[in-house]
């Protein structure tokens, strides 16, 4: 799986960079964890909150999980929040520390989930981060079978219908597409045909590569020195870009 540099070069297939994307074991039980029925209550709770823009306090949240479950709300919520700012790229911030009360911001600037807010479904920015991500560290051109191939790593499958992002290939194929977050072509003289994955102009008029990088890291709770590489290109990047204006078509 070819997702880099093997010795911070220029190379970008090599062993180390597929060791920097690989999903950790606890990426990937923060995807499982949402099955627990009082994880998935209390996300569902925070997400109405995140739509309303609404504060709520522990109390509240200790009704969601119902009351027997006490002594597990700090496992509870300490799960809840990390996956919604997997999933979702939304921090959970306590701004009362009296009456334990909290609010919901997008750490990214992305605003796909805005233009959904009538949506009851879970907000779906962390996704869309981690394919930026993946395209970037790929040379910021990804073939379509890596993007599947990490993918399938935190249990998203092309064509099997997902409880947070419905259909996955649809959502990424041709939602985002129309959207011009990314752009989806056909590998030049590729027979049988074969696609890859680009960032599209709404992606670099909302996002920079560096915060990309940063979620990345906090996804994979790893020491960003493994993504040092891809840190020093982020930051000529958002040098070169200051000031660029990304037509949006």
């Not at 496992?75 to 909290?102: M, N, Q, R, T, W």
């Amino acid at each position: 799986m070819p997702w880099s540099t093997s010795d911070g070069s220029s190379s970008i297939q090599g062993e180390e960079g597929t060791h920097s994307l690989q999903a950790s074991a606890h990426t990937k039980s923060l995807f499982r964890g949402l099955l627990d029925e009082k994880v998935a209550d209390l996300l569902h709770f925070m997400v109405l909150k995140y739509r309303l823009k609404e504060p709520f306090t522990k109390a509240e949240m200790l009704k969601v999980v119902i009351k027997k479950d006490k002594n597990q709300f700090p496992v509870i919520f300490k799960k809840a929040s990390k996956c919604l700012e997997v999933i979702s790229g939304i921090d959970v911030k306590e701004v009362d520390p009296k009456i334990h009360s909290y609010v919901l911001s997008n750490s990214l600037d992305l605003t796909h989930d805005e233009m959904h807010s009538d949506d009851q479904s879970m907000p779906k920015n962390g996704l869309l981060a981690i394919i930026l991500g993946v395209i970037f560290i790929e040379g910021n051109c990804a073939p379509e079978e890596n993007i599947w191939d990490f993918l399938n790593m935190i249990n998203v499958y092309a064509g099997r219908e997902h409880f947070i992002y419905g259909e996955p290939r649809k959502l990424i194929t041709r939602d985002w597409v129309q959207e011009n977050y990314l752009e989806y072509r056909k590998v030049s003289n590729s027979d049988p045909p074969r696609y890859e994955f680009l960032w599209g102009p709404r992606a670099y008029a909302e996002i920079s590569k560096l915060k990309v990088l940063e979620f990345l890291v906090k996804v994979k709770g790893t020491d960003p020195i493994s993504f040092s590489h891809w840190y020093e290109e982020a930051l000529r990047d958002d040098e070169e870009s200051r000031g660029h204006s990304w037509p949006l078509r």
